[in-house]
């Protein structure tokens, strides 16, 4: 039987073919924690009775999630990461840099195949540059930093096949939500998500981005994407002898196989309050809106904001709708600010503001009130995600949040977008 | 290693956020204050009416969402001795392992509970009893080495442990 890519890139690293099931253990090339994990990461570091972090050159602390600090509590947890991280010489992504899963893969040197871990869910983020990331918790973290090495099960793995081209005004989000919906909330637990098919290469960096950020949502381990032209154009190759290892074989076992035809699917939503439950937008068309969030690791990019920006430069916000848009770093602020889309999102009325994690999980910017019902961008919308249980959060892409945002009730955004 | 305890039964999908808030952990890290609020989403009172060594019987996918560690610790901080669900989301039954508060995967577990049962679980035979009804469901035991981790309460406590045998 043939390897998926998820046993190519094990065997890569350990010089061995693995299966399904085998626990193996490998080094960790690096290993991010924030403020939301890292202090307690410091906690399980010392209870492990640990003293010196084995190489501190492969951990990061990135401080997105309250940031800046909205409480003195948040205050004190970030100030004890920063010692920590002056003490053991580990670098610090500071307040206003971004939120990590889009600071790390603008700065570090990422090259497919690695072996990335962070103490966020939402590291799978990576693996649209075509390597391995996964999200785990404080007290691993905590071993990473004592050990370098980490022990993982080999997943077995799902491929899903992409063909065609997506619609104007229908985006990645729309893909993975519709899988999400398509195989449940657990509907690929364990396991690691591969991406395949010609329908790939139409997809952007930003866009492969989206996808792997929500395979979590539906239980993964990890998502992966092929290693194409577009990816080249954003890690580091240089050292890569065998390229075969980022295409699974022919006769690979996969426990499950998808396939979507992109040119097929629709913008839809999540609607609250499971990412699994997941309705053609057409289908709650006219329900009312309060506040629309443009932004996360999900969907904060350039992309996002230049579709949003295209969309709500045509009427503004709806009067009485709060719309409020973040960028995912510094770098993508910078960028959207020299090619004016900040300028079309401020004139149209939406609330701009500094990198954060804020709103998505409800810790500042935007919690919700009683009631209240919320269109965002970001990947989750559990009870109570943003900061309120009696809120209703529905997830979109950023084209269904600009176009709710404009019309001040969900909207498809196809209509807005006719000629594009 | 038993444990036997009152019985509170949870739905599918309980997530992390509904364990634990995620707007508590940027207030505090003291996990007695954390525990005050452990599934307050799901049902505010829930917290206060907790006793130590209860058990939470649940049904798919228990913990899905979060990395946070936060959500097994404020779990067992607030006195729930094991968890039964008919699965649970791979990064929360890492951490609990991690954090030394037993998870177990038995099919169909939630349909043999009610609010109130008495279960019992032996974790060496891989058995969990419904005392009240009598009804016995098996589950695979752990392997030893996570069979030592749970005895010691944690990864932690087992490492230093084995650190100083050695």
């Known amino acids: 039987m043939g390897e998926t890519i998820i046993q190519k890139l094990f065997r890569n690293r350990l010089g061995r073919p693995v299966k399904p099931g085998e626990i193996v253990v490998v080094d960790i090339d690096l290993a991010y924690a924030h403020d939301g994990t890292g202090p307690l990461a410091i906690d399980a570091f010392n209870e492990l009775g640990s003293s010196k972090v084995y190489d501190p050159s492969r951990i990061r602390f990135v401080i997105d999630h309250a940031s800046p600090s909205p409480n003195e509590g948040a205050s004190n947890l970030q100030l004890k990461l920063r010692k920590f991280a002056k003490e053991n010489n580990i670098k610090v992504y500071e307040v206003g840099e971004g939120i990590c899963h889009q600071v790390i893969p603008e700065n570090e040197n990422l090259k497919p195949g690695m072996m990335i871990v962070g103490a966020d869910s939402h590291t799978v983020t990576l693996g649209a540059f075509s390597l391995f990331a996964t999200g785990i918790g404080s007290t691993d973290f905590a071993e990473v930093m004592t050990s370098g090495k980490l022990w993982f099960k080999v997943p077995e793995a799902m491929k899903v096949s992409l063909t065609g081209k997506l619609k104007p005004g229908v985006m990645s989000k729309d893909l993975i939500l519709r899988i999400i919906g398509d195989v449940g909330a657990d509907g690929a637990t364990y396991m690691s998500v591969e991406f395949q098919g010609d329908g790939v290469k139409t997809l952007s960096m930003a866009s492969r981005m989206t996808v792997c950020n929500m395979v979590v949502e539906m239980g993964a381990k990890n998502g992966i994407f092929p290693l194409d032209e577009i990816t080249l154009k954003h890690v580091d190759a240089s050292g890569l002898k065998d390229k075969s290892i980022f295409k699974p074989d022919e006769n690979a076992d996969y426990a499950v196989s998808l396939n979507y035809k992109l040119d097929e699917l629709e913008p839809v939503v999540a609607a609250p309050h499971n990412v699994d439950n997941v309705k053609p937008v057409k289908e709650l068309e006219g329900l009312e809106v309060n506040q629309v969030f443009i932004g996360s690791c999900t969907n904060g990019r350039e992309e996002d904001f230049e579709i949003a920006a295209r969309i709500l430069s045509k009427k503004g916000v709806k009067k009485g709708v709060r719309c409020i848009a973040i960028p995912a770093s510094r770098k993508v602020f910078l960028n959207l600010l020299r090619n004016g889309i900040i300028d079309k999102l401020v004139s149209a009325g939406c609330t701009v503001t500094h990198s954060t994690c804020g709103p998505c999980l409800g810790v500042h910017f935007g919690i919700l009130g009683s009631g209240e019902v919320a269109v965002s961008t970001s990947n989750r919308n559990f009870k109570g995600r943003m900061g309120n249980p009696e809120s209703s959060i529905y997830l979109a892409s950023p084209a269904t949040a600009a176009a709710s945002a404009t019309e001040g009730v969900i909207t498809d955004p196809r209509k807005f977008v006719e000629g594009w | ?166």
């Open chain 2, 1 to 166: 290693m038993i444990l036997r305890g009152k019985v509170w039964v949870l739905g599918d999908h309980i997530n992390t956020d509904v364990i634990i808030p995620a707007k508590y952990k940027f207030r505090t890290g003291d996990f007695k204050e954390l525990a005050k609020h452990v599934f307050e989403d799901l049902d505010p009172t829930l917290a206060s009416k907790i006793s130590k060594g209860d058990i939470v019987v649940a049904g798919r996918n228990f913990g899905m969402g979060s990395s946070r560690e936060h959500a097994p610790r404020v779990i067992k901080e607030a006195g729930i001795s094991a968890i039964v669900a008919c699965s649970f989301a791979r990064i929360f039954f890492r951490n609990a392992i991690n954090v030394g508060l037993p998870v177990i995967e038995v099919k169909d577990v939630n349909k043999h509970f009610k609010e109130g049962d008495i279960a019992v679980i032996d974790l060496e035979k891989g058995i969990v009893k419904n005392e009240t009804t009598g009804v016995e469901l098996k589950f695979s035991p752990y392997p030893e080495f996570i069979m030592n981790i749970m005895r010691a309460g944690g990864l932690a406590v087992y490492r230093k442990r084995v650190q100083q045998i050695s």
